[in-house]
């Protein structure tokens, strides 16, 4: 879609920006996700047995990047998350255009968002 990574980035930014806020409550130790450099808040809730994710970062490259992967995890059932392939995020480049700390945080948030729709997916069985 863009030709070049300065163009990609600035997507990603504006994706984060517009990324539906989490809710203060849920900005908590519990919800940050281990292994990230910057701070990644995601929060999950079960609605008509689709998980809802919702997520805050306090860095707006790092904010851009979860709101990429909440829209392709988002409004799906459990056991979709849990089988999703994310070979899109190699097929757009871009776990190698992120700094290593970076692309271990991009690799976090993908297990996170797949724990929760494990923990989601139990309860639904």
Same mark, same amino acid.
């Given at each position: @879609?863009?030709?070049?990574? @300065?163009?990609?980035?600035?997507?990603?930014?504006e994706l984060g920006k517009? $990324?539906?806020?989490?809710?203060?409550?849920?900005?908590?130790?519990?919800? $940050?996700?281990?292994?990230?450099?910057?701070?990644?808040?995601?929060?999950?809730? $079960?609605e008509n047995e689709k998980?809802?994710?919702?997520?805050?970062?306090?860095?707006?490259?790092?904010?851009?990047?979860?709101?990429?992967?909440?829209?392709?995890?988002?409004?799906?059932?459990?056991?979709?998350?849990?089988?999703?392939?994310?070979?899109?995020?190699?097929?757009?480049?871009?776990?190698?255009?992120?700094?290593?700390?970076?692309?271990?945080? $991009?690799?976090?948030?993908?297990?996170?968002?797949?724990?929760?729709?494990?923990a989601y997916q139990t309860?639904?069985?």
């Open positions: @879609m863009f030709d070049d990574w @300065m163009q990609r980035y600035e997507y990603m930014i517009a $990324l539906p806020l989490i809710d203060e409550k849920y900005k908590i130790d519990e919800n $940050l996700i281990k292994g990230c450099q910057s701070k990644v808040w995601v929060h999950a809730e $079960l998980l809802i994710f919702t997520a805050d970062s306090d860095a707006i490259i790092t904010k851009g990047i979860v709101a990429i992967l909440i829209r392709a995890f988002s409004n799906h059932h459990p056991s979709a998350i849990i089988e999703a392939d994310t070979q899109f995020i190699d097929d757009i480049g871009l776990k190698e255009h992120l700094s290593p700390t970076r692309a271990n945080g $991009l690799v976090s948030m993908i297990k996170q968002l797949k724990m929760y729709a494990v309860q639904l069985n």
